[in-house]
């Protein structure tokens, strides 16, 4: 296998992106057939739970289903999930999987005990079969575990840092939650 000549990316395909289209139409229907608040202190904390709190963990895992990203560089691995990105060196790699609904799982060696970072589900396999696309997770693992054992075929130092994710669901999910906090107050 030659060298990888730049930082490998992987971001989430059609299917996380439909997932969190649906996920935020969902948002929109709850606040729009949500009830607003009862009187009273109680019925205030009660309708920011439901008609603000529940909506918003929706558009967080929105956010986790369209926004995953993996990049693989000089560094280490780079796995964004959600809002945050969590990076892993190289040295601290034990070994790499592929999960059973087409994500990666990293096991890192932690102060006490194995620590694991992954990135979000991709698919469900079965979805790949029906849709005539191969599950390619399988392949990103094998990829990361040759470069975790051959550092010599790891990106060159001074490769330019990828885009993890786009942005775009971050808004669109944060759009969604203020029409639905909007919707049901009214």
């Keep these: 296998m030659p060298p990888v000549e730049g930082p490998l990316v992987w971001r989430a395909g059609w299917t996380g992106w439909i997932a969190a289209l649906l996920l935020s139409c969902h948002i929109v229907q709850y606040g729009l057939f949500g009830s607003p608040a ?84 991709s698919a469900l396999p079965s979805v790949h079969r029906l849709a005539w696309v191969p599950d390619r997770a399988g392949e990103r693992a094998d990829l990361l575990t040759i470069l975790v054992h051959h550092p010599h075929l790891r990106p060159a130092a001074g490769t330019a840092r990828a885009r993890m994710a786009h942005p775009w669901m971050t808004w669109l999910a944060g759009a969604c939650w203020a029409v639905s906090v909007f919707a049901a107050w009214t």
């Excluded at 009660?46 to 529940?54: D, E, P």
């Design 38 to 121: 009862a009187p009273g202190f109680l019925g205030g904390l009660k309708w920011l739970a439901l008609q603000a709190g529940v909506p918003l963990l929706w558009a967080y895992f929105a956010c986790v289903a369209a926004n995953w990203s993996a990049v693989a560089d000089q560094h280490g691995v780079h796995v964004r999930m959600g809002w945050t990105t969590r990076s892993v060196p190289w040295q601290r790699i034990k070994r790499v999987e592929a999960g059973n609904v087409g994500q990666l799982l990293i096991v890192v060696s932690g102060r006490h005990a194995d620590e694991y970072v992954s990135t979000a589900p």
